[in-house]
Nanobody
Framework: QVYLVESGGGLVQAGGSLTLSCTAS??????????MGWFRQAPGKERELVAR????????TYSDAVKGRLTISEDNTKETVTLQMNSLKPEDTAVYYC?????????????????WGKGTLVTVSS
C-alpha cells in the first residue's frame, strides 16, 4: 500500500507559478520500487499524464502540453515528489493527482499497480 497526499493547489493568474508537492508513504516495500507521476483532469475531460519520474530521478517524462513549463523532481530524504509549474495557462486548470506505479519486475503480481492521491485543484485565471 502507498498513501499519497498532494498539496500546493490554488488560484493563480496566467503567467504565474505554482508548486505542487506529493508526500508518499508505504508499507512492505520501499519507494524505490515505484515510478511517481503527476496526472491532471479538467472538467469533462479524461485524466491525462503530466509528468513521470522513477524514484531517484533517473528518468523523466513530460507531456507535450507542459514540456518546458513544468518540472518534476523528487527528494529521497523527504520522500516527496514536486511539480514546479511556471508560465501557467488557463488550459492548465484541472485537478492534479499524484500517482505511484509499482515498477519492480521481481514482483509480477504487483507490477503496474497504481495508487492515487485525492487530488489538489489548480485554477489559472486569464
Amino acid at each position: 500500500q502507498v498513501y499519497l497526499v498532494e498539496s500546493g493547489g490554488g488560484l493563480v493568474q496566467a503567467g504565474g507559478s505554482l508548486t505542487l508537492s506529493c508526500t508518499a508513504s508505504t508499507s512492505g516495500r520501499t519507494l524505490k520500487s515505484y515510478a511517481m507521476g503527476w496526472f491532471r483532469q479538467a472538467p469533462g475531460k479524461e485524466r491525462e499524464l503530466v509528468a513521470r519520474i522513477n524514484w531517484g530521478g533517473v528518468s523523466k517524462t513530460y507531456s507535450d502540453a507542459v514540456k518546458g513549463r513544468l518540472t518534476i523532481s523528487e527528494d529521497n530524504t523527504k520522500e516527496t515528489v514536486t511539480l514546479q509549474m511556471n508560465s501557467l495557462k488557463p488550459e492548465d486548470t484541472a485537478v492534479y493527482y499524484c500517482n505511484a506505479r509499482y515498477s519492480d519486475p521481481a514482483h509480477p503480481l504487483s507490477y503496474g499497480l497504481d495508487y492515487w492521491g485525492k487530488g489538489t485543484l489548480v485554477t489559472v485565471s486569464s
